[in-house]
């Protein structure tokens, strides 16, 4: 049976050998903070992909230990991997010395070892999802190297790693070079997306409309026919605050308890994050119909949501402020329209406290300048754009599907190739 299996695979000498024993943990330890231009942090470094970041992100910064002052020494060839979050798949071939997070474990390659095998090895899902089973710990999983280097790893002839490396070398980079493509035509969408809604909202549709000075000079000129307003005077009522209280209910009879982290990019409400609070308690911040909701601290500042009935009763968190409109001087899907143009944005990044924490204030928020054309204008502008968001979305969709089948094909070809599924004569350039 065995001989039948390497006269499918190519590859009869595969030995499974326990990560430690392939690649030791090289504890070399430095004073170093994440300042130094060689410091490299789990933030700078993309999952699955292993390709430096240029710019830090904050998806797996918590609960770093670069803060303690104490580094990992790594040297060009070793191999590096993330056992916080490591879900993530975080790792990384040096090409050159330098000093890590101590949350990358320094893997060093023993002589029979391919660094990139070995790379892509730790790359693959199922590699992957063996240490995250591992982890210990609820809102910072993190693997121990106990386990970890206990979890063995094909190790074929270092001949047939440098082909398979090479190969993946190969192969990785066309689909990379597919899902940067794709990428920029999603970014290139999005702004053709901003360009369409801030023009609309700030110009209307018809481009030969008569101009007239608006009056502000960073907004410039709006349609003749047009006014300026400030957002509390096209409110029923004052903007006000939600409610102060903590998310620990999930009654689903109960009316659902909207917080900033339950919006998605796209408009709508996470299922997973459903919470509630007691009629009696959010009665007083009950959302109706049309009802805006303006973020005003922390990364989301500016981020808003529009309410729809199909939502099911709700109310508001107190780190969200509420708009409710004075429908007969403007429609809520116009104001929340004009909440996703650059003049709206401009404005916020302008009018932000940013001291420990950003923060934007109802009074801000009210105090905001909204062109406002006749209400009859307004209706014939938001169905424009209820429109063309249709056709965006559905091209959106299309991309990140694209893209995630992408990313995909990726995990699984990596996953084939460093454990024998694809015969060696079809990894051969």
């Known amino acids: 049976m065995a001989s039948q299996e390497g006269t499918r695979t190519g590859r009869s000498e595969d030995v499974g050998r326990r990560l430690k024993y392939i690649a030791p943990l090289r504890n070399e330890r430095t004073d170093a903070t994440s300042e130094q231009a060689d410091y490299l942090g789990l933030e700078n470094i993309q999952s699955w992909t292993g390709k430096l970041l240029p710019i830090a992100t904050s998806d797996t910064s918590e609960g770093d ?11 060009s060839g070793d191999v590096l991997f993330g056992k916080l979050r490591p879900y993530l798949a975080k790792a990384f071939h040096a090409d050159q010395d330098g000093v890590c997070s101590t949350e990358l474990l320094v893997l060093k390659p023993q002589p029979y070892m391919h660094p990139r095998f070995l790379f892509y090895s730790l790359l693959s899902p199922i590699f992957v999802g063996q240490v995250d089973a591992s982890a210990y710990g609820a809102k910072m999983p993190r693997a121990n190297w106990e386990c970890i280097g206990s979890m063995k790893l094909p190790t074929p002839s270092y001949d047939t790693q440098r082909l398979v490396a090479d190969y993946l070398d190969r192969e990785t980079s066309r689909i990379d070079a597919l899902v940067a493509e794709k990428e920029k035509m999603l970014a290139l969408l999005g702004e053709k997306r901003a360009a369409l809604i801030s023009r609309a909202v700030t110009r209307g549709l018809d481009p030969t409309v008569p101009l007239k000075p608006s009056g502000i000079d ?5 349609p003749r026919h047009w006014e300026t307003r400030r957002l509390k005077y096209l409110a029923h009522e004052p903007l006000a605050y939600g409610a102060n209280e903590a998310a620990l209910e999930d009654n689903p009879d109960w009316p659902r308890f909207v917080r900033i982290t339950d919006i998605k990019e796209d408009g709508t409400l996470r299922e997973e994050t459903f919470r509630s609070l007691s ?5 007083p911040y009950l959302l109706e119909e049309g009802d805006v909701l303006f973020a005003r601290s922390g990364a989301t500042v500016g981020k808003t ?6 939502w099911g009763n709700a109310c508001f968190a107190g780190y969200l402020i509420r708009f409710r409109s004075a429908k007969e001087l403007v429609l809520p899907d116009f104001v929340y329209f004009f909440t996703l143009s650059d003049i709206y944005w401009q404005q916020v990044e302008a009018g932000t406290i940013r001291a420990t924490i950003q923060n934007f204030s109802a009074e801000k928020y009210a105090d905001l300048i909204v062109c406002v054309p006749p209400p009859p204008e307004q209706k014939t502008i938001v169905d424009s754009l209820i429109y063309a968001e249709l056709r965006t979305s559905t091209l959106l969709a299309e991309l990140h599907s694209s893209i995630e089948l992408l990313k995909e094909r990726r995990s699984a070809l990596i996953t084939a190739a460093v454990t024998g599924e694809i015969p060696v004569e079809e990894m051969r350039p």
């Open 65 to 75: 230990d670069s803060t303690t002052g104490t580094a990992n020494v790594y040297y």
């Open 218 to 222: 960073w907004l410039g000129e709006i």
């Open 279 to 283: 009629p009696e308690i959010a009665a």
């Open 305 to 310: 949501f529009i309410y729809r009935p199909e």
